[in-house]
């Protein structure tokens, strides 16, 4: 049995109904919705994985990957961001802004960490790159080979020279650190903790052929570098509870500066 928790406390809330609803999934199997608003005005809706609550329980962080181009777009071009999350007979509206952590490879194209969200560190690049590598290395082998595949949503092109049977992509956008496309080769792949040390990286003109350990080195750290943590800082969090014969209950909850402002309103 779980104890009652206040339902003036969003966060606690949230955090009752996934251990109620999710005993036994690990968490980067809960997917959630997340709509923005692309560069052109344009809506749009893509599904994040959750990872875990920051140390401050007001900030849930996400993950997807670097090569998502729709998701990059609409984290540079929009502010604000609304998060859909149905938890049993509990559904969570969240809005708020959306922050970026990607490897620090790439920061040069999708800029730094938040600086005042989340931490109260001076060194905020070093603080969110050990939050990024620890969530690398808790989540599955399935999910972490994902980012060595090809990009999600390219079109197919049969590629009869190919290893593996799925074909190639026509996208540009190839696994980074090896300068050839291994398609779907990798269903599951483990954390090389002496590659996340190391950071070894082969040119990409490199000829000769690679070895087995050194491919496995490389795709590893290209799926790292692919591998991004999204911060997500609510600003509104509208909570329904609907249980059967009885009239929903509905809480806005409202951030004015440091504080939470909570209104019980109509269902």
């Not at 938040?114 to 999910?143: H, L, M």
């Not at 999600?152 to 696994?175: C, E, F, N, Q, Y």
């Not at 003109?205 to 943590?229: G, M, P, T, Y």
Request: aromatic letters at 10%; hydrophobic letters at 40%; charged letters at 20%.
């Amino acid at each position: 049995m779980f104890s009652q928790v206040d339902d003036k406390d969003w966060s606690a809330k949230l955090q009752q109904a996934i251990r109620v609803n999710y005993r036994s999934t690990s968490p980067e199997n809960l997917v959630i919705s997340l709509a923005s608003v692309k560069p052109d005005g344009t809506p749009k809706i893509q599904s994040i994985r959750f990872c875990q609550f920051h140390q401050d329980p007001s900030i849930l962080l996400f993950s997807c990957s670097a090569r998502n181009n729709d998701m990059m777009s609409v984290l540079k071009g929009s502010k604000t961001h609304e998060i859909h999350w149905n938890l049993g007979d509990t559904t969570f509206v969240m809005t708020g802004r959306m922050y970026l952590v990607a490897a620090p490879t790439l920061a040069f194209r999708f800029g730094t960490p938040p600086r005042k969200v989340g931490c109260d560190q001076t060194n905020f690049e070093e603080f969110w790159e050990k939050i990024r590598i620890n969530a690398w290395r808790n989540i599955s082998k399935t999910y972490r080979a994902s980012f060595s595949w090809p990009v999600s949503g390219d079109i197919i092109v049969p590629d009869s020279s190919a290893t593996w049977k799925a074909g190639s992509t026509m996208s540009l956008h190839r696994v980074p650190t090896l300068g050839v496309d291994l398609g779907f080769k990798y269903k599951e792949l483990d954390c090389i903790e002496d590659a996340i040390k190391a950071q070894s990286v082969l040119s990409l003109d490199r000829k000769e052929k690679l070895s087995a350990k050194e491919e496995l080195v490389h795709v590893h750290n290209s799926a790292l570098d692919n591998f991004c943590i999204l911060v997500f800082k609510p600003s509104f969090v509208d909570v329904t509870v609907v249980k059967a014969g009885q009239i929903p209950v509905r809480y806005h909850h409202i951030q004015q500066t440091d504080k939470w402002m909570v209104h019980q309103v109509n269902p």
